[in-house]
Antibody
Framework: QVQLVQSGAEVRKPGASVKVSCKVS????????LHWVRQAPGKGLEWMGA????????IYPEKFQGRVTVTEDTSTDTAYMELGSLSSDDTALYYC???????????WGQGTLVTVSS | QSALTQPASVSGSLGQSITISCTGT?????????VSWHQKYPGKAPKLMIY???KRPSGVSTRFSGSKSGNTASLTISGLQAEDEADYYC??????????FGTGTKVTVL
């Protein structure tokens, strides 16, 4: 059974950065596209980027380019999402997920709450 | 890339049918990229309900169906049940291989 376990809640000051991890078990990370999605309080889902091992490329939406970095350590099947230049607007629950839109391959982490406050 | 447009809320009585629209552009939904629908309860991770526009993953009720026409995708829930009360999000890949979610629709069962 595939499981995604994310790191714990984080609190950061404005201007700082945060790195969230996502440990995959039950499957090899190198065979799955790993996405990052966030949901701010009272807001909708927002896609932040993904690494596609088939294309060997990382794709980010224009909004996050230059501010978010998605990496993977396939030796430990752990993915990371680092977001910099934080502001209060980045306060959100951050999810990792595999193969979005692919039945039987789509799995989600439990979410990591990131709070940005001075 | 702007979010796909969904109605903020849709409501229906038990047993009725409701339809949620999801409007995009020729760069996403209209470009024949696969559309998915997710159901989300507060505090829970999203669950895939429809993929590739109309297909249902194993275990998803047949009461959920999807369709697409031009730049608009739709999710229909028939025989509305109390447990269907949740938020629903459409999503589509774009011509630049990015993914965009819809603005989300809160479904209320009266």
């Amino acid at each position: 059974q595939v499981q995604l376990v994310q790191s714990g809640a984080e609190v950061r000051k404005p201007g700082a950065s945060v790195k969230v991890s996502c440990k995959v078990s039950g499957y090899s990370l190198s065979e799955l596209a790993l996405h990052w999605v966030r949901q701010a309080p009272g807001k909708g889902l927002e896609w932040m980027g993904a690494y596609d091992p088939e294309e060997d490329e990382t794709i980010y939406p224009e909004k996050f380019q230059g501010r978010v970095t998605v990496t993977e350590d396939t030796s430990t099947d752990t993915a990371y999402m680092e977001l910099g230049s934080l502001s209060s607007d980045d306060t959100a629950l951050y999810y990792c997920a595999t193969d979005l839109g692919v039945p039987s391959h789509e799995y989600w982490g439990q979410g990591t709450l990131v709070t940005v406050s001075s | 890339q702007s979010a796909l447009t969904q109605p903020a809320s849709v409501s229906g009585s038990l047993g009725q049918s409701i339809t949620i629209s999801c409007t995009g552009t020729s760069s996403d939904i209209g470009s024949r990229n696969p559309v998915s629908w997710h159901q989300k309860y507060p505090g829970k991770a999203p669950k895939l309900m429809i993929y590739e526009g109309w297909k249902r993953p194993s275990g998803v009720s047949t009461r959920f169906s999807g369709s697409k026409s031009g730049n608009t995708a739709s999710l229909t829930i028939s025989g509305l049940q109390a447990e269907d009360e949740a938020d629903y999000y459409c999503s589509s890949y774009t011509i630049t291989s990015t993914l965009v979610f819809g603005t989300g629709t809160k479904v209320t069962v009266l």
